[in-house]
């Protein structure tokens, strides 16, 4: 199966005051999303706050999105999970509830070599029934899904693409180079990175921004590719600093803050994640106010 292009939004998960799943708020983000046509809804990444949740808080969430989005946005939830027992749990559970294809964070905390990632990736995809997207974050999980790797893993015929939180454009440029020729897309995962990484040919975003402004990204990212470089070149100065902003301490700290400004469900982190700082709410505020946001 190929991946389809685009922006897909990283999406939260919003709480109520007493810190229990917003179920409503829930349904009325993935609406919002559907409603602004982005190409998918991703879902339980670490925007989604996945390991701070229950098992069932995680398919309880996948759910709604299904609910809501399927067949009218793709659904890429992640796996977030350090084992591949876990991950084949995951997995099995997201094809259950009717996900498009899953993401799958390369295992965190426990430190795997070059040899133990390749095997972890090239198992999963043996088993899972969904294709699957690498998910390379080093700054969370402290290892690298390196160009070298990713072209290897890529070659797999159920690893179809990769999420790569990298924000450097020589590894991302290298990335796309090193595949080329397989049937694989490489996604950038950072806002800043969007415009250039797609107007040089990447094949989309995982976006953060796409909470706040989906249609603003959808469009961005569809200009990309389609050539219009002026165009996309000037939303992503429009927005640039909204893009810097909602990477403010510690993601999803500053996305939660902005939908809370802008009267959308979002509601607060949880422990041991704390809210965004005062100073850094007053400059999120001011940025969003500027581009007529609130």
């Known amino acids: 199966m190929k991946m389809q292009k685009g922006a897909y939004t990283l999406l939260i998960t919003p709480f109520n005051e007493d810190q229990t799943l917003d179920e409503e708020g829930l349904k009325q983000n993935v609406l919002k999303q559907v409603e602004s046509g982005i190409h998918g809804i991703a879902p339980l990444g670490v925007t989604g706050e996945n390991t701070l949740m229950t098992d069932d808080e995680v398919i309880r969430v996948l759910k709604i999105v ?7 946005a793709k659904i890429v939830p992640d796996t977030c999970a350090m084992s591949l027992w876990k991950a084949r749990e995951r997995v ?20 795997p070599k070059p ?4 095997e972890f990736y090239e198992k999963l995809a043996d088993y899972s029934e969904l294709p699957i997207i690498l998910h390379n974050a080093k700054g969370r999980t402290c290892v690298e899904l390196t160009p070298e790797i990713t ?56 976006t ?25 070149k000037e939303i992503h100065h429009k927005y640039y600093r909204l893009f810097e902003a909602l990477r403010f301490e510690t993601n999803p700290m500053a996305a939660k803050m902005a939908l809370n400004l802008s009267g959308q469900a979002a509601g607060g982190v949880r422990l041991p994640l704390t809210p965004l700082s005062e100073p850094k709410t007053k400059i999120l505020k001011s940025i969003m106010e500027d581009n007529g946001l609130i």
């Open 208 to 232: 953060v921004a796409g909470n706040i402004v989906p249609e603003i990204m959808k469009q961005m990212i569809d200009y990309s590719l389609e050539g219009e470089i002026t165009k996309a």
């Open 66 to 72: 299904v609910e809501n989005a399927k067949g009218k």
């Open 92 to 111: 099995r559970q997201y094809a259950d509830c009717g996900a498009d294809y899953v993401s799958v964070f390369a295992p965190f905390f426990v430190l």
């Open 151 to 206: 072209a290897k893993l890529a070659k797999h015929p159920n690893i179809i693409g990769v999420k790569d939180g990298n924000k450097q454009l020589d590894h991302l440029a290298k990335v796309v180079y090193l595949t080329k020729d397989d049937d694989f897309e490489v996604f950038t995962g950072k806002d800043t990175t969007a415009f250039p990484f797609v107007a040089s040919g990447g094949s989309g975003t995982f």
């Open 115 to 118: 040899d133990g990632l390749i």
